[in-house]
């Protein structure tokens, strides 16, 4: 977890939240109402650079609870597709396989993290002792 950054003026605000929304650091610029040279500036600031990077990932969270969200459906969708004899065999096969290797990864997924939480364990125990 990050440090909160310190509270940003409301042009630099804007400009984080430009930059959000912006193809360009240009257009970004143009947006919040500052130069692009000062916005560059600003994003070489740690104290900007902190509020901009905590807004990516405030950003990214919230397309990943999407995705978590829409994965139900996907899944159906998959499993559809693999099932339906009027579907050509080619995307029936890629569908089959794409459930295959998604799950493949879960699996891998939980082990690391089984053997991460077993890991952890062992230190705590250890420097308890």
């Not at 978590?68 to 459906?73: D, E, P």
């Not at 939480?117 to 062992?122: Q, R």
Request: glycine letters at 2%; proline letters at 3%.
């Amino acid at each position: 977890m990050t440090e909160s950054p310190e509270v940003l003026s409301n042009k630099k605000e804007a400009a984080v939240l430009a930059l959000l929304t912006s193809r360009t650091v240009e257009e970004a610029a143009k947006t919040a109402d500052v130069p692009a040279r000062t916005l560059y500036r600003w994003m070489k600031e740690p104290q900007f650079d902190a509020a901009f990077r905590d807004a990516k990932r405030s950003a990214f969270a919230q397309s990943v609870a999407r995705l978590h969200q829409m994965s139900g459906a996907a899944v159906s969708t998959l499993g559809k597709i693999m099932v339906d004899q009027s579907v050509p065999a080619a995307t029936r096969l890629r569908a089959a396989d794409s459930i295959l290797n998604h799950t493949a990864k879960a699996i891998e997924i939980e082990d690391v993290e089984a053997r991460v939480a077993a890991l952890e364990a062992t230190a705590k125990g250890t420097e308890e002792q």
